[in-house]
């Protein structure tokens, strides 16, 4: 295993110590000499707005001046073999990436055992130089980083290879092979560490937007398999394919295989209340006694309901698998639904609401950092679920994690996060509220916002204290008061 960060840390300062990091903001006396760098101004290479919300550069501890720095990806081509016969599965990707405004080590995330790694075609060390640093006290949050300071605004190739097995975050399943046949799914989490792209692909921040593809060869399979994705898919050859996503971030793309044999399908263009036309494609297994002809009629329904909400459909196209060894989940312009917890979860009606509200918030406007999560799963839980109970007496509770570089959307979002809006409703009115969403959801697809950023478009929309009183006790976790805003309405 790789989970030793302090020892990994270790490493690399003592392969650094030699060399004393400049300030963060040093960046006048340093060269470009590691990149691909055309001999232009340095920075003009930078654009600070693809990193206006990524953490800030922290010293690493126990350093004298060496910053873990956020990176901008801007392409990522990974390339995974499934041997199904051997279950030796292996992985590769080059990650093209420009440094920020700062000078540093450069961070990023994988959930799987590196075998090797290099920066701008130079081989690095596995042991001395690729660790993990945890800038978050949690370790669950640690990021994996290069022993190699980088000028800033330079621009970079990351190479790696890799096994592929179960990833080393919560909650995500195995790579699964039945009798030559595969069953795999990226089955992406929006909530955990480590649970989202970087689970099977190197990837960065959850603001961080880039192009992806994702090449996938079976070897030994037994039978036909379907590649199913929200990507474009093109057939590379017998047992090879390519997905492709041209703009995505590391909580958009889905990726699935299964047995060709076994799918269920529907597919069409549904005209929506807007007489707006959006083409579906839907892929079911397992969905037994409730039918596909069920869930497309289900699916578009609820999609319905949420057009006449929220207007246009925010998306060229909607894509659903439902079935069984999935999640519930929200993907760009795609959802998944596990029929299997049905009975534990409640309907399949409030389950395929909730995911496609997602593609208004939380895949249409989108929290910046992952602790901003809890907005869209409280947002979806108040306008689908049953109320909750929470009082203005009730404990302080944070959910939104402060420190900058917390990677988790905690799961009381969906109970206190829900209460949050009830709260504001009461106060004013659900009228009020799902009006003053309405026109924050609004802002447009893919617009990044922050949960300072929806409480101030709250307290100037209402125009009423229950709300910074709510976000002050159960978002921030305070007591008492909250002092006054530091926006103007
Ligand atoms: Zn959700």
């Not at 040093?26 to 990524?54: K, R, V």
């Not at 990436?97 to 540093?104: A, D, K, L, N, T």
């Not at 929220?310 to 989940?329: E, K, R, S």
Request: hydrophobic fraction near 40%; aromatic fraction near 8%.
């Amino acid at each position: 295993m790789e989970l030793r960060p302090s020892l990994a840390v270790g490493l690399i300062l003592a392969l650094l110590c030699a060399c004393p990091a400049p300030a963060a903001d040093d960046e006048g006396e340093t060269g470009t000499e590691e990149t691909g760098d055309t001999g232009e101004d340095p920075l003009a290479a930078c654009d600070p707005d693809n990193l206006s919300y990524a953490p800030p550069p922290e010293m690493i501890e126990g350093t004298e001046g060496l910053w873990a720095v956020p990176i901008d990806i801007e392409a990522i081509e990974a390339a995974l073999r499934f041997e199904l016969d051997s279950e030796a599965h292996t992985g590769s990707a080059r990650v093209q990436f420009r440094s920020g405004p700062e000078r540093g080590v450069p961070v990023f995330d994988l959930r799987q055992s590196v075998t090797s790694v290099s920066l701008d075609g130079e081989a690095l060390d596995l042991d001395s130089e690729l660790g993990w640093v945890t800038i978050h006290p949690d370790p669950e949050n640690r990021v994996r980083v290069l022993a190699r300071e980088l000028d800033p605004c330079t621009v970079h190739e990351l190479e790696l290879e890799y096994a592929i097995a179960r990833p080393d975050a919560a909650g995500l399943p195995s790579v699964l092979v039945v009798d030559g046949h595969l069953n795999w799914e990226m089955q992406l989490d929006d909530l955990d560490p480590g649970a989202r792209l970087e689970a099977w692909v190197p990837a960065g921040f959850v603001h961080d937007r880039h192009a992806l593809t994702i090449e996938v060869e079976l070897v030994d399979a037994a039978g036909e398999h379907e590649a199913l994705s929200n990507g474009e898919i093109e057939l590379l050859g017998p047992g090879r394919w390519r997905a492709s996503w041209a703009d995505t971030d590391s909580r958009g793309p889905y990726l699935r295989f299964t047995s060709a044999d076994i799918l269920e399908r529907a597919e069409g263009v549904h005209v929506g209340p807007d007489g707006v036309e959006i083409a579906y494609l839907f892929h079911g297994v397992d969905t037994d006694t409730h039918g596909m002809d069920a869930v497309e009629a289900e699916i578009l329904a609820e999609l319905d309901v949420w057009i006449e909400t929220y207007g246009a459909y925010p998306w060229p196209a909607l894509w659903a698998y439902v079935g069984t060894a999935t999640d519930h989940m929200e993907y760009d312009g795609a959802l998944t639904i596990n029929t299997l917890e049905l009975a534990l979860l409640g309907s399949r009606l409030r389950l395929v609401r909730h995911e496609l509200l997602h593609m208004w918030l939380a895949r249409g406007r989108r929290p910046a950092w992952a602790s901003d999560g809890w907005v869209d799963e409280a947002w979806a839980e108040y306008m689908t679920a049953n109320p909750v109970e929470l009082a203005w007496d009730d404990e302080p509770v944070e959910l939104l994690d402060p420190h900058p570089w917390a990677r988790v959307t905690k799961l009381d979002a969906y109970t206190v996060g829900r209460g949050v809006f009830q709260l504001i409703a009461e106060a004013t009115s659900d009228e009020a509220l799902r009006e003053a969403m309405a026109a924050f959801i609004a802002a447009g697809p893919r617009e990044l916002f922050t949960t300072e950023e929806l409480e101030q478009h709250l307290d100037c929309a209402l125009d009423d204290p229950a709300v910074r009183r709510a976000f002050h006790r159960f978002v921030y976790g305070l007591e008492g008061e909250p002092e006054a805003a530091r926006w103007s309405c």
